[in-house]
């Protein structure tokens, strides 16, 4: 779509951060971040990118602010701000970008592609997603080459989705064979969801199976291990923990997590 914003309106760019470590942020996202006016974000995440906001007004808020700050990204770009809202890992996965565009349809404000700009003069915002490495790929690195095969991504988190839901499509894809990242395996009001994730996967799925356990992906703090289903214990786990499980064809060799694409069953070496 062709993009006609209003002359001097401001624009929102949705940045995702990465995982965690500055060299992980895209050259996009650092561009953006240099030429808003406006930063706006998850304190912790804004923590990660202090050298990068000097001299901009940052907006911080906490956990569970999240229609707050969108609310505040995309008022303060109607008013003519260059405004970056930041997101962890990839902002569409989990994460703002999402929520940018259900509070922009619910509060009837006009968006554009902020990438497909016109020089006509027009009323809508432009806005321009901007991806990052997320935890389940910066994860996949960390281990090895899990993510070889087709994968499914599952957040246990029942704040917003019922657990009914989430068991289905834990059946769902255990029963698929797909390779499963887990998100959010754990909080404070929730400390079992793991174990009883685990329990569902080990219906369909044998207990050697592989399983990565990834806290703190490119972050100060980093560890990583490999255990087994059966082995894996929602305790020794938090919500910035990000979980690989195996499909049946999952190996481990010298200290690596590998899912197989086929190609050494098809030709030789
Ligand atoms: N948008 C993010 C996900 C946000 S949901 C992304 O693209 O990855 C928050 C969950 O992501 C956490 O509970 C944890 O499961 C995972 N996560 C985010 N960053 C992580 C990191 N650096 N290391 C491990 N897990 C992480």
Known sequence: MQCHPRRGQGR??????????????????AEALRQAQV??????????????????TVLA????KEIERCRKAVERALKGDG???VSGGDAGIYGMAGLVFDVCQSLGVAVCDGLAQGDDAGEALPIEVIPGVAAFNAAASLLGAPLMHDFASISLSDHLTPWTVIEKRLMAAAEADFVIALYNPR??????????ARSVLLRYRSGETPVGVVHRAMRAGQRHWVTTLKDLVGSNV????????????TYLWSGWMITPRGYLQKYTL
């Open 187 to 196: 909080s404070a009001s929730r400390p079992d969801v793991l174990d009883r």
């Open 39 to 56: 930063v706006v974000g998850y304190k912790t995440y804004l923590d990660l990118i202090e050298p990068l906001l000097h001299g901009k």
């Open 61 to 64: 808020s906490g956990m569970r």
């Open 238 to 249: 938090d919500m910035q923990t990000v979980i690989l499980v195996g499909n049946s064809q």
């Open 83 to 85: 405004v970056a809202l």
């Open 12 to 29: 929102l760019w949705i940045v995702s951060l990465g995982p965690g470590a500055a060299d992980y942020l895209t050259p996009r996202a």
